[in-house]
């Protein structure tokens, strides 16, 4: 599913440093490293009109991931993770 030259975009604000990852296995072992205990939290979502994810636990939502699909594959997902952002979505 991930294009080979996919990137992820990672903005978790005062979290931390932007990060951005490139090629389907760096961008894959993220995925599974971080997001497999996060999994049961998310829940399909529209984000800024593009396809994604919500993961909320209760009414605290603490990430949105948007994906960039062209064909049969994923080009680029942008994780937000930024407090201060998240603190305006609705779970």
Do not use: C, W, Y
């Not at 990672?10 to 979290?15: A, M, Q, T, V």
């Amino acid at each position: 599913m991930l294009d080979p030259d996919v990137v992820f975009r990672i903005d978790p604000g005062r979290l931390g440093a932007p990060m951005e990852l490139h090629g389907s296995v760096d961008v894959a072992g993220m995925v599974l490293a971080q997001g497999s205990r996060r999994a049961p939290l998310a829940r399909p979502a529209i984000v800024n009109g593009a396809p994604g994810v919500v993961v909320a636990l209760g009414d605290r939502v603490l990430a949105l991931t948007a994906f960039t699909i062209a064909g049969d594959r994923v080009t680029s997902l942008t994780l937000i993770a930024d407090p201060d952002k998240l603190t305006r979505v609705q779970p």
